[in-house]
Structures are given as structure tokens and as C-alpha cells.
């Protein structure tokens, strides 16, 4: 009954906290998540508080906020939207996984940390983060913008990549060596295969057997169909974020549609215990020594990043702003790059500090994205805009001399 009673003071107090920081964040103008992750930080293991009572309860919060981020995102796209994405964005996906994955690979290796690490870093600085991007260009009122479609294409195309990528470093991070991982990356083309086939051609059929006419029902049988196939997707050794996902594309229509509104709260929750969750596990003490490498790792990553929107907006057309637009917004990482390194730590095949080195490479991202958005709005950034554009315009009508 002790333990009961302290579980209940510390979830709550935390949960309370977190409302707070919420707000905070919202009034600044900042995305809350490095809130959480500091919070997580100073409660965590070596923090100024260490929360012990409430640790399983955040542990396994963890793991349903990581299938509901991945829930929420399959939502928002269907099988079709996300085949004819994949088709026109496959060149700018192919250069966004080049210029972004390979930095983060390069540091862990200059960092001893091994070919292993070198992979998970990869992956971590590789993936934008859905969630804040989206928020940045509704804060921002760019939904409707010529480029936001190059931006949620880029995007379509990491969170497929995920499908792929994260059941082979969960093979990598528990060591089953190359025919196991190779199996298990088998059994993960086969299992996407398979939910697109059907999503395309069955859909209908999975939504009609939901009822978006009643949302308790609908709410029961949704997060039901998606914690089962999770956990047989992780049975699989595929994961469970990815047969999230995978249910999301699946449902179409009013029943995507009701289900999004139903789940939007619950994802905010236990997303919000999965950040914190991450900061808890993470101990700040190691931050110091990771503290250089993690803002190197984000100067360049950013410069990458910003290459990659900006080059696949050039290729559809897109005029100089947008292409700035588009590139800066890609900036933030977030919840993708958090799961990566919460495999890794679970696993605790690669090094402590390569959590400390996430942690602070997300704070620093998902903290100046927002700012760096906002740039190609200033009139500064206009002016300079239009200079280089007609610059490189007079550039292109000079003949060249003989």
C-alpha cells in the first residue's frame, strides 16, 4: 500500500509538472518536448531528484506513447497517398538518407564507439520529427504552401524507411548476428508488403469493421487492433512501432478521421511520458562530455538537413523562399530519433554516453528548428533572398564568352 501511495504522489506530481511545462511551452512559442526531456533529466538517475516509485509505470508509458506516435502518423496518410509519395520523393528520400545519416555514422566511429553505434547514430540524425514539424507549419500557417508538400513527402518517406530500419537495428542491438538480422529484415519487408497490399486493396473492409459512429467502441476496437498487432509485430522481431504505423495506413475515411480526434489526447499523454521516460533513463552527468560533439553533430546536421529541402524543393520548381522554407523546416529532430535511442539503451549493447549525445543533439535541434523556420519570413532574409535569386538569374542569361 506504501508503494501504491508513493506511485500515485509521483506519477501525479510529474504529470501535474508536465502540464505546466506544456503551457510554458506553448507561450514561448517552443515545442514542448525539450521540456520533457529536461524534466526527465533533472528526475532521472543522477538528477537533483530521482523518481523510484514511478518508474515502471513510465516505462511501460513509454512503450504504448511510441505505438501511439506511430499510430497517429500511419493516420494521417493512405496506402495510396503513401505509394504515390514514395514514388515522387524516392530521389529526394535516397539524398535526405545520404547527406543526414552519415554524419551521425561518422561522429560514433571518430568517437570509438563501434559500426553498431555508428548505424543507431546514423538513423538518429537521419529522421525529422513528424510531430513538430507539423506544428511548426500550422503555427505558421504554411499548411497551404506551395512547398508543404515537398516537406510531408520527405517525411512519408522517412517513416516508411523507419519500417525498415528499426527492425534491423533491433537485430543489431541484440546481437543475432547477420542471417538472424537478415531474417528479421525478411520478415519486415514481407510484413509492410503485406499491410500495404491489403491496405489498398482491403481497406474498406478494416474500416467498415469499426464503427465511427460510436466512439467508445470505435476507441476500444482502434487501440485494441493496434496494441495486438503491435505486439505480434514485435513477436515477429519487426517492432511494435512499426506495426502501429502499419494499422494507421490501414484505416481510411471517417474512421482515420474519428480516430485521430479519439486518440489525440491519449497520444499526448503517454508521448509526453515517453519523452520523459528518455530523460529519466538518461543520466546528466554524461552530458558534459557529449555536450561538444552533440552541437557539432547539430551544426552540421542542420546545414545538411536545410541542403536536402531545399535541393528537393529546387527539383519540383519551387521558387528560392520556398526552397529556404522548406529546407529550414526539416530542421527538428524528435520522437523517431528518441525511439533509436531508447532501442539502443534498452538493449545496452552500445555506449551509455551515445543516450547523453541524443538527448542534448535533440534538445539543441528541436529548440533553434522553430527559430530557424521563422528565418525566411524576416525581411533581412527576403532582401537577401531576392538578391541571390536575381543573381544567379543574371547569371544564367549571360552567354558564355568564346
Known amino acids: ?5 508513493n506511485l500515485l504522489i509521483q506519477v501525479g506530481a510529474l504529470l501535474f509538472l508536465l502540464g505546466l511545462l506544456g503551457r510554458l511551452g506553448r507561450r514561448i512559442g517552443l515545442s514542448p518536448i525539450p521540456l520533457y526531456l ?38 494521417e496518410y493512405s496506402a495510396d497517398e503513401l505509394v504515390g509519395n514514395l514514388r515522387a520523393a524516392a530521389p529526394a528520400g535516397v539524398l535526405d538518407a545520404v547527406l543526414n545519416a552519415l554524419p551521425g555514422a ?3 566511429l571518430l568517437l570509438g564507439w563501434g559500426w553498431v553505434a555508428a548505424v543507431v547514430l546514423g538513423g538518429i540524425t537521419w529522421i525529422s520529427s513528424s510531430g513538430v514539424i507539423a506544428k511548426i507549419l500550422s503555427d505558421l500557417g504554411r499548411l497551404g504552401n506551395r512547398e508543404t508538400p515537398v516537406v510531408l513527402s520527405v517525411l512519408v518517406v522517412e517513416d516508411l524507411a523507419m519500417a525498415f530500419y528499426l527492425p534491423l537495428v533491433t537485430a543489431l542491438l541484440a546481437g543475432v548476428g547477420l542471417v538472424k538480422g537478415g531474417v528479421a529484415l525478411g520478415v519486415a519487408v514481407l510484413t509492410v508488403v503485406v499491410v500495404l497490399v491489403v491496405a489498398l486493396r482491403y481497406g474498406d473492409l478494416v474500416s467498415r469493421a469499426m464503427s465511427a459512429d460510436h466512439p467508445e467502441s470505435l476507441l476500444l476496437g482502434v487501440l485494441g487492433l493496434t496494441l495486438l498487432v503491435a505486439g505480434v509485430a514485435a513477436k515477429l522481431q519487426v517492432s511494435a512501432a512499426v506495426g502501429a504505423f502499419l494499422v494507421g495506413i490501414a484505416l481510411s475515411g471517417p474512421v482515420a478521421h474519428h480516430a485521430t480526434e479519439l ?3 491519449l497520444r499526448d499523454l503517454f508521448a509526453a ?8 533513463a538518461t543520466d546528466p552527468r554524461h552530458i558534459p562530455p557529449v555536450l561538444l560533439p552533440a552541437v557539432l553533430l547539430a551544426l552540421v546536421t542542420i ?8 535541393l528537393a524543393a529546387r527539383r519540383v520548381g ?5 526552397r529556404w522554407r522548406a529546407g529550414l523546416t526539416l530542421v527538428p529532430r524528435g520522437e523517431f530519433s528518441i525511439v533509436i535511442a531508447g532501442l539502443a539503451v ?6 551509455p554516453k551515445l543516450a547523453a549525445l541524443a538527448a542534448t543533439y535533440v534538445l539543441i535541434t528541436v529548440v533553434t528548428g522553430p527559430v530557424l523556420a521563422r528565418l525566411p519570413d524576416a525581411a533581412w532574409f527576403k532582401r537577401w533572398s531576392r538578391r541571390r535569386a536575381a543573381t544567379q538569374q543574371a547569371g544564367a542569361a549571360t552567354p558564355d564568352r568564346p
Open 346 to 351: 534498452s538493449a545496452g549493447t552500445v555506449s
Open 1 to 5: 500500500m506504501h508503494d501504491f501511495t
Open 106 to 108: 561518422a561522429f560514433a
Open 263 to 265: 486518440l489525440t489526447p
Open 303 to 310: 546545414a545538411t538537413k536545410t541542403l536536402t529541402g531545399y
Open 38 to 75: 529536461l524534466a526527465g533529466l533533472v528526475l532521472g538517475h543522477g538528477g537533483v531528484l530521482e523518481l523510484h516509485a514511478s518508474e515502471e509505470f513510465f516505462a511501460i508509458g513509454a512503450e504504448i506513447g511510441v505505438i501511439l506516435l506511430l499510430l497517429m502518423l500511419g493516420l
Open 318 to 322: 519551387i521558387t528560392e523562399p520556398g
Open 273 to 280: 511520458v515517453f519523452f520523459v521516460f528518455f530523460g529519466l
